[in-house]
Each structure stands twice: as C-alpha cells, then as structure tokens.
C-alpha cells in the first residue's frame, strides 16, 4: 500500500550536519584566554595575600543541594540546567559557587579550620534567555569567609574587593564598593506591614524591583512596587502592589544616602524607624563604616549605599556590590555607567540548609568577562599587551626532505624559539600567506640552490611588510629593500640569524 | 474522609538536607589545584614552543554535533549527560575535547589558518559508572593539528608527546609513546573477511577488546575474540565470535612487534598481505619511523607498536599512546605497569560530518589527573614543591580593637606579606589552634599590655613546634626555648620582625 516499492529501498542520505554552537555559548581565541588568565592571576595574589586559599568543587551537584536562590525564574526549568543520574536522582549544573561552597563547607565542616577563608574561579551556568553580552556559560571568581560571625568579614572583603579592582588597573576614583544590609531593608518591610511570614513572595518582587533601580531609575521601581511595569518591548511584568505611601518609604529608603556615612546611617535610623532588625542592620552598617573609616577606604573607595540590596534570595545581612563609575556609550549612544562587576554579601543560612544550625558566611563574586570588558575599555596592560607571538614558520619545498625541515625546526625550539614546520599540502605562496595569518615573525626557506649551498633564505615578514609599504611610494628601490628583508645565512647560523629578526621586533 | 482534620494542618518540617557530591565528582583543596596548574603551565610551554595556540570551547554542545563516538556505551544515556534545551534541542556535555574541536573549526572555516594547530585543557564529562580513581569529571589536555594531510604531523605530536611527559618531570627511559595505525588494523581484518560494511559492528569488537590488551593480556582478548569472557565479578561479556585462525591471525597483528621498527613494519607488511589498504597504513608508518629516527626520537622516546589501537572509533589513520613503563603496586601488590598517560591519532572524518569533505586532522589527549599521578609517583618537582605557605595570623584578644588589628595586618600585606586577622567568634587557644591549622609560620598577638607598651608579640609556630619536641627531653630548658619561639618587638618593628621569622623558615 506503501508508494515506495520494497525493491529499491531509500538509502539514508546522511545529511551534513549543522556546526552551530548553542545560542549563550561561545568559544574563546588566545588573546581572550591569555588576557583572561592575567587577570585571574592578578586577582588571586591578592585573595592569597589576605589569606584565602585556592578551592574548586565540580560543575554538578544534587540540585536539592543547590536550592532555588536564582532571581528571575521566568524559565520552565528554573534557571538551571537539569538532569536525571540514572538512579533518578535530579543532578544540576552549578549556577553559582556560593551554593556548591555551602555543600562543600556542611560535607567537610569538622576537618576544616573555621573561620574558612576560600578563593573559587570557575564557570558557572545559567538556563536563561541568551542576549547580548548575556552568556548562558560565564565565569565567576569568588572569596568566602565562613564562620566569621563578625561583620568584619564583611568589611575586610569589601576592602579586599577595592584592592583587586586597583590591581588589575581600575584606577581609584574610577570604581565604588557600595555596602548596604538586608537587614535595613527587612525593617523597611516590617515598618510598611510586610514582616510577616506569609508575605515572603511580595517582600521578594519588592528585593528584584529595588535590584533593578540602576537600570530603571525610581519611577520604574515604583511602577515594580505597585502595579506593575510594561517595558519597550511591550513585555509586562507584574508589580508587588504597594499602596504609594509603602512605596514612598521604600523609595525613601533606597534614596537615603547623604554627603557621608554618618548622615547616610543617620537618615537609615529614620527609615526603619521602629524595627528592631532594621536598626540593628544600621548598628552593623555603622561597624562596618568605622573599620573602613579607621583603614582609610573611606575616601570614596568603600561606601555606603542603601540602593544596593543584591538580587539573590539568599544574603542575611550586608550585602555589597563593586560599581565602574566611568561611563560608556549605551546602546541609544548617551552615556552611561560602566556599572557592577561584582558583588556579594552574607548568607547566613545556606549552610544551615544541611547543617541545622545557623553557619555565619559572607562573600563576593567578580563577574570575570565582564570585568575584562572593563579592562579592555580603561586599556588596562593586562588585557592590552598579550604578548602572543607567532611562531617562526619553516616552509617545506621539497617534500623529499621533510626530515631536513623538521631537524630545522627542532633546532628552533631547542633554542626556545616558537617554531613550526609548515604541515599542510599547499604551495610556497599559500605558505608564505599561512605564516602571515600565524602574524610569525620570519619564515625560513630552503629549497634546492640554498640546500645544495648549505645556506637557509630569512624572510623578515614584519621588516618585509614595512618595505612594501615604503617602496609603494619608492619603486627603483624595490629590489634592495626586498633583499633586505631577506637574506640568506649558511645553515649553522640559522639559529642566530632568527633571534636577530626577533630582536629587532621586540625593540 | 481524610484522617487529618483541616484544623491542624501538618507544618512542613524541612528536614535537613544531606551534604554530598554527586557519585564520581569531587572537591579539590589548594596543594592538588595547585600542582595541577603549575603542570598545566609546563605543558603549554611545549604546546606553545611547538606553535599551537589556546583555544576554548564551551561545555555544552548540541548532542548531535558531538556525534556517539564512546566506548563502552553500556548506559541508557550512551555515556553523556544530555538534556533538552527549551526548543527541544538535545544539548550534551561534553565528552571530550576532540568532537567539540571539530565542530569550532567546521563553523569557523573559512576563518582560520589551514592548517590549524590549536591546544585545549579543560574538564570532560562521562555519564559512567564511578569506580576509583574513576570520575565522571576529568580534565584533558589536548593538541591538534587540522589540514595537515601528511602523517609529519602525527610524527610531530608523538615527539611533542615525548618532549612534554620529559618537560614535566618524566625522566627518559621511563616512558613510551607508541605508534600503530588503523589501516594497518583494516587490512587484517579485511584480510580476515570482516572488510565489508556489514561487518562495522563486529569490527567495533575486535577493535575494543585489542584495546584491552593491556589489561586482559593475549588469552582474555583471545576470549573476547571468540566466544566471550566472563570477568571475576562473574559478568559475561559477548564476543566477535571470530574462528579459531581468525583469532590467530588479529593476534598475530598485536604481537607483531620486532627488536626494532624494520622487524615490526616487516612483520607487519606479512600480516597485511593482500589488503591494500594494510600496505597503504604500513607504509604511512614506515614514513614516520623515518622522520622519528630522523630527529634521533628512536631511542626508545617513540616506537612502533602494533598492540596500540584506542578504544574510540572516530580514528581513521596512526594512532598512539603515551605509556610510563614504570611499575606501581598493582591491586593485589604485585607490581604492575603505571601504563597510559595520553593517547591520540588521525580523525579525518570527523570535521567531514559538518563539511561534506574530508577535513585531515590529528591530535592527542592527556589525561590531565592520571599524569598528576604519575608526578606524585616519580616525585617531580612539579608537585613535591606546592610552594603554598599559610598566612601568618593576628590575634583578636580585644574586641574593641578590632579596627587597630586591621590596621596591623593591613601594614603587612603592604609589604606583601600573606596575613589575615582572625575573623571567628574563638578565644586565644582556639584561635592558637586556628594558626597551627592554617600552618601559619607565626601568629601576631597583642593584649591590652602590648598595646600600652606599644609592642606585639610574635610566636613563631615552626621554632614553637621544633623547640616544644626538644623540651620534652630537655624540661629544665622549656620556659628558655618558649621565650625563643615568641619574642616582643615595639609595634613599628613588627613587619621586620616578621620578614625574619619568615626568612629563617626558608633557609
């Protein structure tokens, strides 16, 4: 009944694949990998230097152990990438490395020294809606102290965090790390009638609205705190339905900062005005400002601000966030703000998840592509001097003599110079291009005449490019320029003859 | 109906989650980061020496750009972790670092310079069954060389090999790289009548259970042959079910090898007779012995061996292994070889499954963890020398001075000193016990006499435990030596104080 006849059966075509990347996940060239590792090891001298050691635990965890602290679960899958192992159990790509610490810290509390002081760098995934500059794979680089009660946990990172931003070339003056505590914030709530337990998903729409003040100004979060908001692109979201004098008070909150810390923390007492927690976050503030103040970080390098609350269900107490205040164009061309490359605060309960009993913690996050973005645009010499050289490149002529060419080569590198045979199938003029796009320095030719001589050619290519600049405009004197770009050395001098071209480049 | 009256309803008591990692993941402290990085380090040194360049691909692919090239696919999952994305695409991590090299060069082509010689380190994830030493997270370190036609490059690599097992710590003489190749291995099977393409799925037997060779030796890959074998634990394993002279004749191909290479690739050429596809591969091989004796690398650093084949089927020329030929206590005692390190060959077909063409390509893949093993072993400097010193610690003996505290450990890491301020909520013995566990070189210590007298302690921990060990044979002499390991110095003194503390631990 089938139109296609039995006898001649439909041989699978086998149809040529896709090679396509998933969208929020890219590759990444030498220059973005050398540029990425300098960074990362600027960073961690300094984490070293205040005490924290290297720490690393894997990309999949227990997804219960992960807990949903994620802002923005607009996804069927929550935000994260999930599976099942195959004895059912839902395993989960780490989304963050404070949740995958918490595991760490519960799993191994007895044999670790308490306070625990850890650096993490690592990649971390989000199952979000890819855009641009928004990866679905991005690296993050924390520090943690666990088991310091003390808010000066909190204000040694917060220094720590301005000593790195100065070390990778953020100079100061170009940066803030802003301070704030949830603690201040709850009492705002608890003031405005939201303190109690069965309003813990409106007082959460109202911590995602105030995250958002940076990008949306006030009268967007006050749209956020009451009805709801409509976007650009039409999309509305749903408002946490404050009458306007709850709003006004949580607006009056975040706008509290004054000229210093002491006016900043006196307007705070006001705000939460009533609320045993509220005020006890201002004490804490208050403690943190005077350490910073005592360390001298007070001189706009550490400071307080109550418009920062962090969007991460997770934070206890202080939570705090390194601002770029340069600006840059925005994507309507004004100019805007650099922005947040990092941030953190304390989550004194992850821990307890597992343990049962409350494990103070604090800690913060650099944003690492995103903090090289801001290297890039400030030219700091860690991402702007890459010192990726190519190699010098031995072209083969006559494939006859393959072993001579390679013997070539290796008394290259054995001279620690970067060096390679040409190993593809292609002509003298496809190589000559190769060795441009390597952007070698020198290529080294032996065909017959120079074999025979027992000399090797040196073509020169950054001198070489030079000329043919120059003689464009000079054509009688093509020809010697070429000869000097090239030129040829007996084959035992080969060696010094590259590290002179080498030389010359570096000067 | 129900037997809970709706007036009690039961409080969801959260009951406390279990802290563990996922079965073969896990966490990794500063000495093994550490080591690992700085062997990382040496390896790109010869990556880069050779002319390779760093590249990165993304953990995630889509599942069919990675293709189902494992062994050993026993699991419901095939060996990967996959799951849907949200338009239903099947997205993978990563199984290696091969198919995802393929994919980055089909997409970008046109892009890169032909041929394309790239290096890669980064974590890998199998969905098998953990076992020890066995993990589903592991990292490789991979070199690879696309467009490259002839077999000088898969020469190349294999020296490569030798120079960076030598270059991390591997002493010459206590290590192999083994070359074979596949063709060889067609040409015995077609040889055998398992040429047609009928026959690919028993191929895939033959070819796995000569990969066992090492382990199983010639009866158990005998077994797995023909009939099949049954393992200690009692499992049965199915066989090709080849005939007694076919057994005889594969065998006959693993145990081909001579005292030297022109024995072997004689051997060779007569179990290859009549197959012209077995000369073809006997010929390539000829080809790289002659570059390898060529470059002097045939004194034992690269030799052919006709027992090497590599478990995955995505190989279409020479493949190859880096063996350490040292023994270790075997499971029972007995000593056993350390064996492979690293592998590798030629996949012409893999980047073809996105173009259409055959793209040539070669490259080898280390066994980043196994390799660190093997270091631990032979004691290369590597890893005996972490270089990781503790942090020297100030004491908080006086809450209130919290803020001076910071003050002294802020002057030391001004002067590059490693140091924290203890951040916990302890007394002074347990904060003594904090420092010994954190293997502080000495501890600051200042009370509220100190401070009236302008002076610090420090306890020097090393001297401390040295003298302590003495003093118990020696006890009329113990107050002395404790006055020795802990001196006191005005508090302007107390960043030379200590640079000389850390200086006689060094010498």
């Known amino acids: ?18 090679a396509r990347q998933p969208r929020g996940f890219a590759d990444r060239g030498p220059a973005d990998i050398a540029a990425t590792e300098r960074m990362l090891a600027h960073i961690r001298e300094i984490y070293a230097l205040y005490g924290f050691d290297a720490l690393e635990t894997p990309f999949v965890e227990y997804t219960d152990a992960l807990g949903k602290f994620l802002p923005d679960q607009d996804r069927p899958n929550e935000g ?36 625990f002081r850890s650096y993490r760098a690592g990649w971390v995934f989000r199952n979000e809606k890819p855009g641009p500059g928004r990866f679905r794979q991005f690296m993050q680089f924390d520090a ?32 803030v790390i802003k301070i704030n505590n949830r603690k201040v914030l709850d009492g705002v709530l608890e003031a405005i009638g939201l303190g109690a337990d069965e309003h813990a998903a409106r ?16 009268e967007g979060v006050a749209l956020l705190l009451g009805p709801g908001r409509k976007d650009e692109s039409g999309d509305f979201t749903r408002g946490a339905g404050l009458a306007p004098e709850q709003i006004a008070r949580v607006l009056a909150f975040t706008d509290a900062r004054g000229d210093n810390a002491g006016t900043t923390l006196a307007n705070l007492e006001k705000v939460v005005e009533g609320s045993a927690r509220g005020l006890e976050g201002v004490a804490e503030l208050r403690e943190i400002a005077a350490l910073v103040e005592a360390a001298g970080y007070d001189d706009g390098r550490v400071s307080i601000d109550p418009a920062v ?13 390194a601002e770029l205040t340069f600006t840059i164009a925005g994507e309507d061309g004004a ?52 010192g990726l050289a190519g190699p010098v490149v031995v072209l083969v002529l006559d494939r006859a003599e393959i072993a001579h060419y390679h013997a070539l080569v290796a008394r290259l590198r054995a001279a620690g110079i970067r060096a390679e045979m040409y190993l593809g199938g292609s ?4 190589q000559m291009k190769y060795a441009d796009r390597r952007n070698s320095p020198c290529v080294v030719i032996q065909g017959s ?21 120059t003689t464009r405009q000079l054509d009688n004197a093509a020809y010697k320029a070429q000869r000097l770009a090239q030129f040829s050395v007996p084959e035992a001098e080969m060696v010094e003859a590259v590290r002179g071209v080498l030389a010359a480049r570096q000067s």
């Open 309 to 321: 609350v962090r969007g991460l269900e997770y934070y206890t107490g202080p939570v705090y966030e």
């Open 1 to 18: 009944m089938s139109g296609s006849p039995k006898s001649q059966p439909q041989k699978p075509q086998s149809p040529k694949l896709l």
């Open 449 to 469: 005449d120079e074999r025979a001589a027992g000399t090797v050619q040196i073509k020169d290519l950054v001198a070489g490019a030079e000329q043919a600049e």
């Open 203 to 218: 007082r959460l729409v109202v911590l995602r609205a105030i995250d958002k003040l940076d990008r949306l100004g006030a």
């Open 80 to 115: 994260v990438f999930s599976f099942q192992d195959d004895d059912e159990q839902w395993l989960s790509l780490r989304y963050d490395l404070t949740a995958p610490l918490a595991r760490h810290v519960a799993e191994n509390y007895d044999a670790l020294p308490k306070p």
């Open 427 to 430: 002509g003298m003029k496809a």
């Open 335 to 386: 100019p805007v703000r650099f922005g947040s490359v990092a941030g953190g605060g304390r989550y004194d309960g992850l821990v307890a998840r597992f343990r049962g009993e409350a494990v103070p913690a604090t800690g913060f996050s650099i944003g690492v592509s995103r903090l090289l973005a801001a290297l890039k645009i400030v030219g700091s010499p860690i991402v702007s001097d890459t």
């Open 144 to 175: 943690d102290t666990v088991g310091a009660p003390s808010v000066s946990a909190d204000a040694e990172i917060c220094m720590m965090a301005a000593d790195t931003l100065e070390k990778v070339g953020i100079a100061r003056g170009r940066y």
